[in-house]
């Protein structure tokens, strides 16, 4: 009875060491350096000077009757640095299939300073003209150079 017990006791022992070794990662998304060559997909975090970028979904919304005439990128932001990061939505470029570059759509476009140490949730709104996947570029605004391109494809 007693070799039983330890053996139990054995296994709870090394279950438990297993466990608090294990990896977490493994369930968050990897972060990407921002590389102006490379192109990202979405849910891909990408790091453009410690503001971390991912787009979300893309998705064709019907405005006054027309259908799919305005695109809706959703992205996260968090902003690692000991800064405030500015983001705007307007200062994305946003282009088609045929590399057309689509023009931003007059509404609530996401345009803020993100205090150092937090995280945020938007959107932005382009004209669709053109088919899908779109292509979607951030410039740095600070250095007006590209940090990172994503290719996004319409999710219903």
């Not at 990662?25 to 350096?33: A, F, H, R, S, V």
């Not at 799919?68 to 996260?76: A, P, R, T, Y």
């Not at 932001?77 to 088609?96: Q, S």
Request: with cysteine; net charge positive; glycine share 8%.
């Amino acid at each position: 009875m007693k070799k039983i017990v330890t053996f139990i006791c054995m296994v709870m022992v090394a279950s438990i060491t297993l466990l608090g070794c294990s990896n977490s990662d493994d369930t968050k998304k990897k972060e990407l350096k921002a590389d102006s060559k490379a192109t990202y997909g979405l849910h891909d975090v990408v790091d453009a000077n410690g503001l971390r970028i991912a787009f979300t979904k893309a998705q064709l919304l019907e405005i006054e009757g027309k259908k799919d005439s305005v695109l809706k990128v959703s992205f996260d932001l968090a902003n690692r640095t000991a800064d405030k990061k500015g983001f705007t939505a307007i200062n994305l470029e946003v282009k088609n299939k045929e590399g057309e570059l689509l023009d931003v759509y007059p509404g609530e476009n996401y345009g803020k300073e993100i205090e150092a140490g937090t995280s945020d949730k938007g959107a932005g709104y382009f004209i669709v003209k053109g088919s899908a996947p779109f292509t979607v570029t951030y410039i740095d605004p600070d250095h007006k150079e590209v940090k990172a391109t994503w290719k996004l494809d319409i999710k219903k």
